[in-house]
T-cell receptor
Framework: RKEVEQDPGPFNVPEGATVAFNCTYS??????FFWYRQDCRKEPKLLMS???SGNEDGRFTAQLNRASQYISLLIRDSKLSDSATYLC????????????FGPGTRLSVLP | DAGVIQSPRHEVTEMGQEVTLRCKPI?????LFWYRQTMMRGLELLIY????????DSGMPEDRFSAKMPNASFSTLKIQPSEPRDSAVYFC???????????FGNGTRLTVT
């Protein structure tokens, strides 16, 4: 089983739709979690950190479920510019500093 | 603020040649990471440094790969000799402290023919 798993998609949604991605991780000792966004032929960029109580940044909401070992990202009122690959990242400090990236979920927002 | 700076942006070389990739982390960041990204394998951690000391190099594919961080503002990843299967995008990233998110450079797109 891979350390971090994501549905690769693609998710094709119309503008204005709400879309949700899930990510599961295998190491219960994982301590910090992030969502990154990567555009084609560009570097990954931090979208948001994921906190235990859940957090929101504008149209984006991240949730963490430690018991089930999954992280979610919700995008409301999706825009064309949201089209990208979304990477789930898990950091397990107990084994040193090791950021493990999921394979990413491809999102295409259609006009 | 300057972000993570990588050079070169693109490198095309012939099999057997030595390749050196360079990275300047964000000033004040004490951790530096080298990743490789391919379509087949996604983002893979090669090695990371904490306060210029290599902490985990278990992701380095083989002895042809080596990385150094002689000071807090510079790191190199060297491949010698290079092979076609090394073709990938190599990213350098840095973080402020152990629990902080990573900030990536623009990457070096390496093609080995």
């Amino acid at each position: 089983r891979k350390e971090v798993e994501q549905d690769p998609g693609p998710f094709n949604v119309p503008e204005g739709a709400t879309v949700a991605f899930n990510c599961t991780y295998s190491n219960s000792a994982s301590q910090s979690f992030f969502w990154y966004r990567q555009d084609c032929r560009k570097e990954p960029k931090l979208l948001m950190s994921v906190y235990s109580s859940g957090n929101e940044d504008g149209r984006f909401t991240a949730q963490l479920n430690r018991a089930s070992q999954y992280i979610s990202l919700l995008i409301r009122d999706s825009k064309l510019s949201d089209s990208a690959t979304y990477l789930c990242v898990v950091n397990t400090l107990s084994t040193g500093q090791n950021f493990v990236f999921g394979p990413g979920t491809r999102l295409s927002v259609l006009p | 603020d300057a972000g993570v700076i990588q050079s070169p942006r693109h490198e095309v070389t012939e099999m057997g040649q030595e390749v050196t990739l360079r990275c300047k982390p964000i000033s004040g960041h004490n951790s530096l990471f080298w990743y490789r990204q391919t379509m087949m394998r996604g983002l893979e951690l090669l090695i990371y440094f904490n306060n210029n000391v290599p902490i985990d190099d278990s992701g380095m594919p083989e002895d042809r790969f080596s990385a150094k961080m002689p000071n807090a503002s510079f790191s190199t990843l060297k491949i010698q000799p290079s092979e076609p299967r090394d073709s990938a995008v190599y990213f350098c990233a840095s973080s402020l402290q152990s629990n902080s998110p990573l900030h990536f450079g623009n990457g070096t797109r390496l093609t080995v023919t």
